[in-house]
């Protein structure tokens, strides 16, 4: 009996509901925001099926709706259907002129197929609805980074703060452009007050732990990116960092400590930037048959990267294949030739073959482009043994 009038309320309840939910269904009422909630739900968690089948149901109540329209478009566009996207979002600002968020939409979809002129001037539209929107603003800067135009993208984000104070998105976002610029101590400043406004995470102790390997300051970097750990799932990104500040410590402990985390990390995302760190690493502990392993396949991975020929070259070198490196070097000054790292590194190595006339000749010419003393020396030094 109990069993039963339980069941007996649930039917009821599910009843009512029903009843209510119908009665809505008629009139429009809060289905299409609940049907908007839910699909919006959805997107966020990356269900972009179950988001469609969502919006389709809104759909159906309110056809012309902006948001309705957009949110199949945003699905669309998740889901590469560019052409499906680009009707949708065209559809919401033809229904509403003052669709800020159509056009914005347009934007990200000519961004999402590097069509980036197109995509400004859906951008310039939506600013001329909304001048003051930090949202629209941030964007702007964000594609003025993807066009390489560093100093407009911090005009847009200086301007965004300055609408909004607290759209802290945009500290991050102008912290980052610092980093890219090297203004090592800019970024700080807008780190710190992430961190001073209660916005710990991850993002923002990494970012900081690159700043501080960018100033030379390995201690305080590795500290920073251990906070980072513990904040966010550790990954190749933060491991490969704690391996540059570990390269930048002097001491034998620093090189192994830096081979432990390229080790770690490869085991997640083969880079060659990976690679030849690690391969630095080993050249430091004198393992320098696995340092030339490790910098052929940075080479295998990035071939047109000139320091991985100089790195593998350097190897070799170390080994005692003096003719091995020095035929390296060639084939990468051919392709390189402006990489004066290669030049230097070519010139000592026949200095240590004897061949004193050859050496003092790039050492002379690198001087004069360096304005170096210490290479002059060199050169003087090579030019007496060639007499």
Not at 134 to 159: Q, W, Y
């Amino acid at each position: 009996m109990k069993v039963s009038r339980v069941a007996g309320v649930s039917f009821a309840v599910a009843f009512l509901l029903l009843t209510s939910t119908l009665c809505l269904a008629q009139s429009g009422g809060d289905v299409v925001g609940a049907f908007l909630q839910a699909a919006g739900q959805k997107e966020s968690r990356g269900d972009f099926d179950g988001a469609l089948v969502l919006y389709e149901k809104a759909r159906a109540f309110k056809p012309a709706d902006p948001q309705v329209l957009n949110g199949l478009g945003r699905t669309y566009l998740a889901k590469r259907n560019y052409e499906k996207a680009l009707s949708f979002f065209r559809e919401s600002v033809a229904k509403n002129k003052d669709n800020v968020a159509g056009y914005c939409n347009l934007a990200q979809l000519f961004e999402a197929t590097q069509r980036y002129d197109d995509a400004m001037s859906f951008y310039k539209a939506a600013l001329a609805i909304a001048p003051h929107d930090p949202r629209v603003l941030n964007r702007v800067g964000l594609l003025c980074i993807k066009r390489n135009r560093p100093h407009e993208a911090m005009d847009f984000f200086n301007l965004a703060i300055k609408s909004d104070p607290k759209a802290y998105y945009v500290y991050m976002n102008r912290a980052r452009l610092l980093i890219g610029m090297r203004s090592f101590k800019g970024a700080i400043v807008n780190l710190d007050y992430l961190i001073t406004q209660g916005r710990r995470s991850a993002d923002v102790y990494f970012s900081l732990g690159v700043c501080f390997n960018g100033l030379g300051k390995p201690e305080m970097a590795l500290k920073l990116l251990a906070e980072a750990e513990k904040l966010g799932r550790p990954s190749h990104v933060i491991w490969g960092e704690m391996g540059r500040a570990y390269l930048q410590l002097p001491d034998p402990e620093g090189a192994r400590n830096a081979k432990r985390m390229y080790i770690r990390a490869l085991q997640e995302k083969r880079l060659a930037t990976y690679h030849a760190n690690l391969g630095s690493a080993l050249l430091r502990l004198d393992e320098n048959g696995q340092a030339t392993r490790q910098f052929e396949k940075a080479l295998q991975l990035d071939s047109a990267n000139g320091m991985n020929v100089n790195n593998l070259a350097t190897a070799y070198f170390k080994s005692g294949e003096k003719e091995r490196a020095l035929a390296i070097l060639d084939q990468g000054l051919r392709a390189s030739p402006s990489l004066m790292t290669m030049h230097y590194n070519k010139a000592m190595i026949l200095k240590e073959m004897g061949r004193a006339q050859e050496a003092a000749a790039i050492f002379v010419d690198l001087a004069k482009q360096r304005n170096s003393k210490s290479i002059a020396e060199l050169a003087e030094l090579q030019l007496q043994k060639a007499e």
